[in-house]
């Protein structure tokens, strides 16, 4: 649905929606034949929000596709991820918690070791202390190129992140790591004639980062790469009159979660913490987004047990969010993480919605195989939140 | 589906067509864990054809997008309603049985009262009676403004539509009424270049309308709304060579179907009398759409036996229009209008399809929840009609 079309349904209402993301939670069987961790997890909770409301698979991003985790927020967010995109400059920079602003263009950074001739010898500069890392992106920070000011934040080891802001800047612009020792790195290049003032703008931070390096004995230059623009999404404020806010650990999530207009709430990082949040905050905000990372994480070790684990965590937390009557519930996660595949996985996420107006379908576990017979089968993600607001009575009929 | 391929895909056949439209036929359960109104229905005869044809739910016009009566039944007709759009004066002109051609511009219009000094001081005119409005909608009917002649016609109370027939007018304009009392009726502004001719006919038809209503007391001024032009769609001949035939109480759904080249046909206003009227006039037509409003009006109403009860009327004149032998025949709604929401609402709708060449899927019963697990699944509203014209064996394969 076209968000255009869709901000002119939008009325106004006193509904309160929870969008609940346990992250990758979507499954597989650890040996032919068994269940996944969501069907082998006790989840009477969700089971009973499952026979409740209405269920089905999310298709992310499309058949076959893997999110990653800036696609996947972005569908559950309601924004198609093939037309907004965010590149992997901006999410380094979201998840070390920097703030950006729409005219920024943000780039990956390695510190590295160049020779008398300019030639590289170590990409990543002996894998400095986070420490020498953070005295270096410190005298970087703040520096003027023509056009820009550079923002420079340490990351981890070598890798910091450096964003460049000003007015009219593009990121169309090619990486300078020639991926090998023993040459130069490479100029930036504009890849369209709208990014060249930008590429002038990178490659004098790059010159001017080599003078103030001169003087270390390993991070004496830099390499930049996954240059990325702002996406500038509109902001669940502009498209749906929703304030909106953000429960997550991870900065990454809290700062996907701006990129919709949430704002970010104060959290511990256990899961019985954030959903102390939540109800701190429940009574201030018309949406909240809650996101609990441990599904994804232990999907990622491999680990099966512990994922079955983290999701019959979550759902023992579940009564105390219908304890604060939200008017719609949804819990679902931004892609699937397998145990058995130790990663992301292109696999149908699961989802299931509560709401007083939905119309109940038969499914009455949460659960991959029992949600593919649900209402909604195979939904596209970006059409969730329409769903969202539809059932909280936010949107008002199309055409007379 | 491209209209144009489908087109191109048509085969020439002597096979019938039955679309049997209950209008707001998907429902919601009254009260938690109860059924819907089609499942709390005794359906013997339209669950006779689920078991026998194949079943689905219809996604109108876009998951959590409730379609109003427009978009609805362009959706059953095959055109896409996101695409094609049927503005409120059109709308408006159908509902009131106005014949509206490819090149009008529809609006709807209040009588107003407004001071000496063209101040509005009652935007309803006092709620004039209908007689008063049919004298005065008279004396402005057959006006000439340059550029288009100008057709009007009362609706009820202060209500009237007028329609502006000319070549090359455009609907991109903006409405007269201030909303408030106090101030002036505002002046019609063209939106976009080619609306401008448009805009100054219409505000020459507001200057003479108030010239030929000064003498009164209440309705001397008039204000426009909701400007639209006819969607001029190509029709059921063009594109299938369809002679399509349309048995419908209300004007407006005769208007509709009108827009898509169908020819509404005599019929009584009670259920049993539109089946008289489909054994009349099957031997003329290849296509026969009858539209039964009181499932809607019930639903709007909010009384939930009223509207099984009138699903049910309509389930015991099925076995008449089998009697037919109709070589396709669906059942469906063009929106949900659960009693429970008393309105049009976002959920799919059951349909049910049956012909010789269909493959019955495991579907019995013809209801919400089984539905769900129809061969079709959930169904883009546009996508009905492809299947029926390849059930009626009307469409040669694609590529060789």
């Known amino acids: 649905m076209d968000l255009e079309l869709l901000k002119s349904l939008v009325v106004p209402a006193e509904s309160k929606i929870l969008l609940l993301v346990m992250d990758g939670l979507g499954g597989a069987p650890r040996q032919p034949g068994g269940p996944t961790e969501l069907e082998a997890a006790r989840t009477p909770n969700l089971d009973g929000l499952a026979a409740r409301g209405v269920c089905g698979m999310l298709e992310i991003v499309g058949p076959g596709i893997t999110p990653g985790s800036g696609p996947g927020h972005l569908a559950l967010f309601g924004y198609d991820p093939l037309v907004h995109r965010i590149g992997r400059g901006v999410l380094e920079a979201l998840g070390i918690g920097m703030e950006l602003a729409p005219v920024d263009v943000a780039a990956r950074g390695n ?3 160049v ?11 002996g894998r400095i202390p986070t420490s020498v890392c953070e005295e270096m992106a410190a005298r970087l920070d703040g520096m003027q190129v023509p ?5 420079v934040r340490p990351v981890r080891e070598h890798r910091f992140v450096v964003v460049f802001r000003g007015e009219g800047l593009g990121d169309a612009l090619s ?3 020639p991926q090998r020792v023993g040459a130069e790195p490479m100029p930036v290049r504009a890849l369209t004639s709208a990014a060249e003032a930008t590429a002038r703008a990178a490659n004098a931070f790059v010159a001017e980062a080599r003078r103030r390096l001169q003087d270390q004995p390993a991070a004496n230059m830099v390499l930049l790469r996954g240059f990325a623009s702002h996406p500038a999404l509109p902001t669940f404020k502009d498209l749906y009159g929703l304030n909106a806010g953000a429960i997550a650990v991870y900065p990454m999530y809290r700062g996907l979660a701006r990129l919709a207009g949430m704002a970010p709430l104060p959290t511990g990082p256990s899961v ?3 959903f102390d949040a939540l109800a701190s905050h ?5 949406f909240i987004y809650l996101h609990v990372k441990r599904t994804d994480t232990t999907g990622e070790d491999g680990t099966f047990e512990a994922k079955v684990a983290a999701i019959e965590e979550v759902d023992a937390q579940v009564p105390r969010a219908l304890g604060l009557n939200p008017d719609v519930i949804v819990v679902t996660g931004d892609h699937s993480t397998p145990s058995a595949l130790k990663g992301h996985s292109w696999h149908p996420v699961p989802f299931l919605l509560c709401a007083r107006s939905c119309r109940p379908d038969a499914v009455q576990h949460f659960a991959e195989k029992t949600c593919v017979a649900g209402q909604y089968g195979r939904l596209r993600g970006p059409d969730l939140l329409p769903l969202i607001l539809a059932n909280a009575e936010r949107l008002t009929k199309y055409g007379a």
Do not use: K, L, M
Request: net charge negative; aromatic share 10%.
């Open 282 to 286: 429940w009574a201030a905000y018309d």
């Open 272 to 274: 019985a913490e954030e």
């Open 115 to 125: 020779d008398p001739a300019g030639r590289i010898v170590d990409r990543r500069a």
């Open 147 to 151: 056009g820009a000011t550079c923002i």
């Open 111 to 113: 510190f590295c070791t």
């Open 175 to 177: 990486e300078t790591d």
